[in-house]
């Protein structure tokens, strides 16, 4: 590098850090301050600086690196031993005049020695994955490790055996400032990490209605493994694949969500899309997903939830296969049961869900260790959905329920959520021809005024679209599923 080279990178490098200063300062308020380093250092505006840096975020990420390669947390500043705290000058007392009376000041004095109140530390936890990008992301983890700084706050999350599991927040390392991974590499990454799903879905076990088998399974292969690790080794360990199919609208996705916010606090959940996985450049595909799985076993415990499964792994033997399609899937199924997976500290579990398991690769099906039906809701399974919905039910009569119940036979449990709605949407109907013009008198439908009529009109608009899929979903199962 030539004289004059150096001399321009170390006036870019001023520059640039003037800049980031002037800006930390805009956002700390300090305008003044701003104003006055602006003109001490000539800035103009002719540069800004960028989106997606700023003196916050280049601290955070030097403190994980050298949290990274030392163990330890940097000492950015230390105590000034040659410093003396001075008391502050006594202010002269004037004797008051006549009957004339001084109001004494109502303003704080400020304290002797200035400094900076700093952050709680969950909602430092909290702030830290306000980005979407895996250079900016801290995921919840499990224990204290390495003696790194951890919040004192726990989050407390009832189980249903009547004790509650206390989850610590730690921050583990960011992906992008590892020393092991290539440039490249970290660029997939943060791709894939757009998937992540980091807020709560609002959904619990209690509200899902008629699907009990899948839920005790869903437990069994990832609540239950955290609460008794002990429990779940060798040939013991939880299950790693699980497929769901059956019908459009019969709760797949429904479990996949509260699955999602069960276990929020303590797992972390990717929501893979093809939008994520596929691209059109040749070979990126296969590093997408090979980097997906790497990014879960970094953030392990981790679950992989791909909806739609059969768009992914449909079957490689048709006549349209396209090359690079056989090429993502090959490493895929590598990356689900190869030569360098199933460890027993590989504690990733990928769910799928389908409407046309006939249509997935046998490959794909064999490496599934459960294959679930969800099948429409039984009798039991559908009043509780309208008594959920609809709590006035309890009040109706049991043969007005029985009623009921036989006309939603092979409804799925999103059709009867429709007829539910539907019956609601009646009220609202009737409030606004009833209010001739004028303002209704409530905002909304209230559940509890649904009469019997009503529901039973909007199910009588309503037919199944499933029927014919229900029947072939039970004879695939009878084959290829599991009964359990």
């Not at 103009?44 to 840096?53: G, L, W």
């Not at 059109?280 to 909806?307: H, M, Q, T």
């Not at 303002?439 to 608009?461: G, H, M, N, R, W």
Request: aromatic share 8%.
């Amino acid at each position: 590098m030539s004289f004059e080279q150096d001399k321009r990178s170390l006036y870019e490098r001023r520059r640039n850090i003037l800049y980031l200063m002037a800006n930390y300062l805009s956002i700390m308020g300090l305008e003044q301050s701003r104003q006055t380093l602006i003109d001490e250092t000539h800035l103009t505006d002719e540069f800004q600086v960028c989106d997606n840096i700023d003196l916050d975020t280049i601290y955070q990420e030097y403190c994980s690196y050298y949290q990274l390669k030392f163990g330890k947390q940097p000492h950015v500043v230390k105590k000034n031993e040659t410093y003396t705290m001075q008391p502050p000058p006594a202010q002269p007392q004037r004797k008051p005049s006549g009957n004339r009376r001084r109001v004494q000041p109502t303003v704080k004095p400020l304290p002797m020695v200035p400094c900076r109140v700093e952050p709680e530390a969950d909602r430092e936890v909290r702030e830290l994955g306000s980005k979407m990008t895996v250079s900016q992301l801290a995921i919840p983890r499990l224990a204290q490790q390495n003696n790194i700084i951890e919040p004192t706050a726990k989050a407390v999350k009832p189980v249903e055996n009547g004790h509650s599991s206390a989850v610590k927040y730690n921050v583990r390392p960011l992906i992008r400032l590892h020393e092991n991974y290539s440039s490249e590499w970290k660029d997939f990454a943060d791709i894939v990490c757009r998937d992540l799903m980091k807020k709560d879905l609002h959904h619990r076990w209690s509200q899902v209605k008629g699907l009990d088998t899948a839920i005790k399974l869903l437990k069994e292969s990832v609540v239950t493994p955290l609460q008794y690790p002990q429990l779940f080794v060798g040939l013991t360990r939880p299950w790693r694949c699980v497929l769901l199919h059956g019908p459009p609208g019969t709760g797949k996705t429904l479990l996949a969500r509260t699955l999602c916010s069960e276990t929020q606090e303590s797992i972390t959940f990717f929501n893979a899309t093809s939008a994520t996985l596929i691209s059109k450049w040749r070979g990126e595909s296969e590093k997408l997903i090979r980097v997906l799985y790497d990014v879960a076993r970094f953030y392990a415990p981790s679950i992989i939830f791909i909806d739609e499964f059969d768009g992914l792994a449909s079957r490689r033997d048709s006549a349209g296969e396209h090359e690079a399609s056989k090429r993502f899937k090959n490493e895929f199924l590598t990356l689900v049961d190869g030569l360098d997976s199933g460890a027993d500290d590989e504690r990733v579990f990928l769910l799928a869900s389908t409407n046309l398991p006939w249509e997935i690769d046998p490959a794909f099906l064999r490496r599934f260790e459960k294959k679930i039906l969800v099948d429409v809701p039984c009798a039991e399974g559908r009043k509780a959905i309208i008594n959920d919905l609809l709590p006035v039910s309890n009040e109706w009569n049991a043969e007005q329920l029985d009623e009921l119940v036989e006309m939603t036979d092979n409804f799925t449990g999103d059709e009867i959520r429709i007829a539910c709605k539907e019956a609601s949407m009646m009220l609202i109907r009737n409030k606004i021809e009833d209010s001739a013009g004028s303002s209704p008198a409530c905002s909304s439908a209230d559940p509890d005024t649904v009469q019997f009529d009503q529901l039973k009109t909007a199910l009588e608009q309503i037919k199944p679209a499933s029927y014919d899929l229900i029947h072939k979903h039970r004879e695939w199962n009878r084959k290829y599923g599991n009964h359990s």
